[in-house]
């Protein structure tokens, strides 16, 4: 039982350069999110799922695209990476509404340069 | 809108030493709240929760109550170690948001012999 697995762990890229974010879940959650953890700014919401088939917009959703095609994986897609980008980004998941905690990856640190 | 405040760090401690780390919240509707923990490199873990007014949530010896009267999450520890050593974050889940957490940007503890 893996829980919340993402991939790649580490990621350096050039400015325009693009590349996708995997996050997997053995725990059928049926929502799952995507943050960013900058210094200072604790974790800020970027994309959010709540089922096969379905995204929703968070607190910064611009620069950034999802799919959620598979209950098990969430992706989070950059299209032309840019230095502001540079973040450590971690993927969540819940069971569903209520009173449940969520669940989190191991993260991913990107490099924007 | 729904918010968390939490206690600017960082906070360093002796070992054995009480820790209270305060958290404060706003909130449209009736939240769920929890106290999660990042060590380094890793991500965040639950530490405890409490899903209704005066709920105590306690874990590892760390306990939070749920005061609706001041809107307040406090943790607390009465004699912490150099193992509790961590980033601390205070959420607010909300099931009428989509089921969106909202995160306080987090409180650096260092524990030292």
């Known amino acids: 039982n893996a829980g919340v697995t993402q991939t790649p762990k580490f990621r350096v890229l050039k400015t325009g350069q693009s590349m996708t974010l995997l996050c997997a879940q053995d725990?059928?959650?049926?929502?799952m999110y995507w943050y960013r953890q900058d210094p200072g700014m604790g974790l800020r919401l970027i994309h959010y799922s709540v089922g096969e088939g379905t995204t929703a917009k968070g607190e910064v959703p611009d620069g950034y695209n999802v799919s959620r095609l598979k209950k098990q994986n969430f992706l989070l897609g950059l299209e032309s990476a840019a230095p502001s980008q540079t973040s450590v980004y971690f993927c969540?998941?819940?069971?569903?509404?209520?009173?449940?905690?969520?669940?989190f990856g191991p993260g991913t640190r990107l490099t924007v340069t | 809108g729904n918010s968390v405040t939490q206690m600017e760090g960082p906070v360093t401690l002796s070992e054995e030493a009480f820790l209270t780390i305060n958290c404060t919240y706003t909130?449209?509707?009736?939240?769920?709240l929890f106290w999660y923990v990042q060590y380094p490199g890793e991500g965040l873990q639950l530490l405890l929760k409490a899903t209704k007014a005066d709920d105590k949530g306690s874990n590892k010896g760390f306990e939070a109550t749920y005061r609706k009267e001041t809107t307040s999450f406090h943790l607390e520890k009465g004699s912490v170690q150099v193992s509790d050593s961590a980033v601390y974050f205070c959420a607010l889940g909300e099931s009428n948001t989509g089921n969106q957490f909202y995160f306080g940007t987090g409180t650096s503890l260092t524990v030292i012999p």
């Open positions: 909130a449209t509707g009736y939240p769920s």
């Open positions: 969540a998941t819940q069971l569903t509404v209520g009173s449940y905690e969520q669940y």
């Open positions: 725990m059928n959650h049926e929502y």
